[in-house]
């Protein structure tokens, strides 16, 4: 019995033969309340076109194929470094720049919190983004944790500085006595990837159950 869904029927296999790519329509449809700009958005998926795991894709900013010059894919990549919704790693073979991976953690992570804060909002005008009325981008704190440990290359010095004082306040917290959680310990004591995964894995869980977005103003 044919499935009236197969992408094959939909699209046929002569279009099929050069892959396709799988865009979360959470992305495609709130990208905009984050601040985006729809350069950014289609960086994103073009990024999505070469992560075939859930290892962050890899590929050189050169090769993609977008009309836009370097120096507009780089802008596009800066304005999201700065927005905190995409960091990058870079890692080295031999001494050498060997490739440097775009990591989307912080990307999805706030579109999560921003599908759960839309439960409540009201747009007050028409067009009107979420950022622009109480939703503020924030970093979960497995991402915090790279930042204090230098994993991330390139991080503007707001995420840094805003990072700095994120342990600040937890090691005063710890001073006195309240209780802080695996992550934030080790946003402040240094962690591993293995440890940053679980706190990832936590913290997802708990935003899932989380009833409603605090804002921020």
């Not at 499935?3 to 050069?18: A, P, S, T, V």
């Not at 992560?51 to 050189?60: S, Y």
């Not at 912080?106 to 007050?124: A, M």
């Amino acid at each position: 019995m044919n499935n009236q869904y197969r992408l094959e029927l939909r699209f046929g296999d002569d279009i099929l033969q050069e892959g396709f790519t799988a865009v979360p329509n959470i992305l495609r449809n709130h990208y905009t309340d984050l601040g985006m700009n729809d350069g950014q958005f289609c960086l994103v998926v073009h990024l999505l076109t070469h992560q075939w795991t859930k290892e962050p894709a890899f590929p050189r900013l050169r090769n993609l194929p977008m009309s836009v010059t370097l120096d507009t894919r780089r802008e596009y990549l800066r304005g999201m470094r700065n927005a905190g919704l995409m960091f990058t790693h870079r890692l080295y073979k031999n001494g050498h720049l060997d490739r440097q991976e775009y990591h989307l953690d912080s990307l999805w992570w706030n579109l999560r919190r921003l599908v759960k804060f839309k439960e409540t909002w009201r747009r007050p005008k028409p067009r009107m983004r979420a950022i622009d009325d109480g939703f503020e981008i924030a970093l979960p704190e497995w991402v915090w944790a790279r930042i204090c440990r230098k994993f991330y290359h390139d991080v503007p010095s707001i995420w840094q500085e805003r990072a700095a004082e994120h342990a600040r306040e937890i090691i005063a917290a710890q001073k006195r006595g309240e209780p802080i959680s695996k992550a934030q310990r080790w946003a402040v004591v240094g962690s591993t990837i293995q440890e940053e995964e679980q706190a990832q894995a936590e913290e997802l869980e708990e935003l899932v159950t989380l009833g409603t977005i605090p804002v921020y103003v």
